[in-house]
């Protein structure tokens, strides 16, 4: 297992706070880094069909299994949860009962504004770092780094950084981004995330932009906050949070 830089952060954020929600992109290690930091509190995936639905349908009986807190990934699944949440974490007026992880930022952050403002501490854990991937890179090199990209699976279990990235961006635009607008033209969307990748580091110049992709530079400032929003890339100047998806 890779060591992850964040976890003294997330252990002290916890002691001292009800609620800590770490966010970030899917497969950056945050299910891996939060059920390392508290292996005794009890898990849920709301991934899970059958879980989901249980905690939608019975969310007062769902956290009722929990009396001492617990890791609850993807909350971003069931929102309404955390309005149930707040009532726990009030009740019991305890430091460090729950553990959560979503994915979708914008979203995510709207409903922990509504229902947990002043109960949880927030943290984003990005792929890793080139700090954290040194002690196990094979041959360290930027090129290297460059090219396999940062997230944990692929070093973890030695895949070919092209097929991983490649079946994370289909991923990525078959669901996370379908959960967050229709897109109409998924060829185009992909074409639009190439030339991004090609001006890295550059200012964003929507007109420019548009025009290489053939869409208007409305289409291109909401495509941008899709991708911020499912942490691909900050929208005001082009960066990719993972380096392996620039260079796919």
């Known amino acids: 297992m890779i060591a992850r830089h964040m976890l003294p952060t997330l252990l002290a954020r916890s002691s001292q706070w009800p609620v800590v929600t770490v966010t970030g992109p899917r497969q950056s290690g945050k299910t891996t880094l939060c059920r390392e930091a508290f292996p005794d509190k009890p898990y849920a ?5 059958d879980t989901r639905d249980f905690a ?3 969310p007062r009986g769902f956290l009722g299994q929990f009396t001492d807190g617990a890791v609850i990934d993807e909350i971003q699944r069931v929102p309404e949860l955390l309005s149930w949440i707040q009532v726990a974490v009030d009740e019991k007026n305890t430091q460090g009962q729950f553990i959560l992880t979503g994915s979708h930022q914008f979203e995510l952050s709207r409903h922990i504004s509504q229902s947990l403002a002043g109960r949880t501490a927030l943290l984003k854990l ?3 770092s ?9 041959s360290p090199s930027i090129d290297s780094f460059l090219y396999q990209g940062g ?4 070093h973890a279990q030695q895949l070919d950084p092209a097929v991983a990235l490649g079946d994370y961006f289909e991923t990525y635009v078959q669901r996370d981004l ?3 607008v229709q897109l109409r033209n998924l060829h185009l969307f992909e074409k639009f995330v190439r030339l991004v990748a090609g001006r890295v580091g550059q200012l964003v110049n929507l007109q420019s932009l548009g025009a290489d992709v053939g869409v208007s530079a409305h289409t291109v400032q909401e495509w941008l906050t899709l991708l911020e929003a499912s942490y691909t890339s900050p929208c005001h100047k082009i960066v990719f949070f993972d380096q ?3 260079v796919r």
């Open 126 to 128: 990005l792929p890793l």
């Open 56 to 58: 939608r349908t019975d």
């Open 130 to 138: 080139m700090a954290e991937l040194l002690p196990v890179l094979a």
């Open 151 to 154: 997230y944990p699976r692929i």
């Open 178 to 180: 379908r959960e967050l």
């Open 244 to 246: 392996g998806n620039m």
């Open 45 to 49: 995936n709301l991934e899970r069909p």
